[in-house]
């Protein structure tokens, strides 16, 4: 049986700015399985924020009225987290469709995993959450400069 292609790509990402709300272009992959990352961009040098496919309690698609671009506006979906929603645009529908099943299917794989792994250590009270936090380092970053100020 053949393993699927990784997931990666050009997505772009809507700032969680109240002020200013922009879309920011962003490089996403789906990294050890286990978290998605995204990057300034396809160097993977600047590492922006992840999310963990654990914590990813759905993904859907949406349409947004401001796009930087009319191709866009169909185009969108998004990531729903306990703690965030990410608002994203790929770069067509059909792109963003793709997105959406494979995303859903890689957060039933590992939701599925993580009830055997239970399943099999009914005596343990470890969740397996210890380590696997949202991190965007763009809004770290923001709230800082904020404090500063």
């Not at 990813?56 to 349409?63: P, Y």
């Not at 608002?87 to 794989?109: G, K, Y």
Request: proline share 4%; with cysteine.
């Amino acid at each position: 049986m053949a393993s699927a292609p990784p997931l990666e790509g050009y997505l772009r990402k809507l700032k969680p700015n109240f002020l200013k709300r922009q879309w920011q272009r962003r490089y996403f992959r789906v990294e050890d399985a286990c978290k998605l990352s995204y990057y300034e961009d396809d160097s993977v040098n600047s590492l922006r924020g992840t999310i963990p496919l654990k914590k990813i309690t759905k993904v859907e698609r949406k349409l947004y009225q401001k796009v930087p671009e009319k191709r866009h506006a169909k185009a969108g979906f998004c990531i729903i987290t306990p703690s965030r929603t990410f608002d994203l645009l790929a770069e067509s529908e059909a792109d963003a469709e793709f997105w959406v099943r494979r995303l859903e299917d890689l957060r039933l794989s590992v939701e599925q995993d993580a009830q055997s792994f239970v399943d099999f250590n009914e005596d343990d009270n470890n969740s397996g959450d210890e380590g696997l936090v949202e991190v965007d380092v763009e809004e770290e970053q923001r709230q800082q400069q904020q404090q500063q100020q």
